[in-house]
């Protein structure tokens, strides 16, 4: 019933910045709590961060924290998330989910993003 699109991935330098988007259809995206994923090639995917459905609460994962930051603007069914300070090891295809709890380490989210991929040079 929700579609997730994400955009704003593409080639950086180490130290640079970029901002990807999860675009969601329908005008009842304030319900869910968006989650923001990364899988490298080879490796398994890691949890970058979430975001609540009114964007009180945020939780980030320990290799991003005070790099990264979610925000969203539920009126343009939009979530955001700022990556500044990239480093080589950031290059992985990015994901945003949604789901209607706020549970941090769930691997259960109810929809699914196809990915952007950030690639990140040195």
């Known amino acids: 019933q929700v579609q997730l699109v994400e955009s704003g991935g593409g080639l950086v330098q180490a130290g640079g910045s970029l901002r990807l988007s999860c675009a969601a259809s329908?005008?009842?995206?304030?319900?869910?709590?968006v989650g923001w994923f990364r899988q490298a090639p080879g490796k398994e995917r890691e949890f970058v961060g979430v975001?609540?459905?009114?964007?009180?609460?945020?939780y980030y994962a320990d290799s991003v924290k005070g790099r990264f930051t979610i925000s969203r603007d539920n009126a343009k069914n939009t979530v955001y998330l700022q990556m500044n300070s990239l480093k080589p090891e950031d290059t992985a295809l990015y994901y945003c989910?949604?789901?209607?709890?706020?549970?941090?380490?769930?691997?259960?989210?109810?929809?699914w993003g196809r990915g952007t991929q950030v690639t990140v040079s040195s």
């Open positions: 989910a949604a789901r209607m709890g706020f549970v941090v380490g769930a691997a259960e989210y109810d929809y």
């Open positions: 329908g005008h009842t995206f304030g319900n869910y709590n």
């Open positions: 975001i609540s459905r009114n964007g009180a609460s945020l």
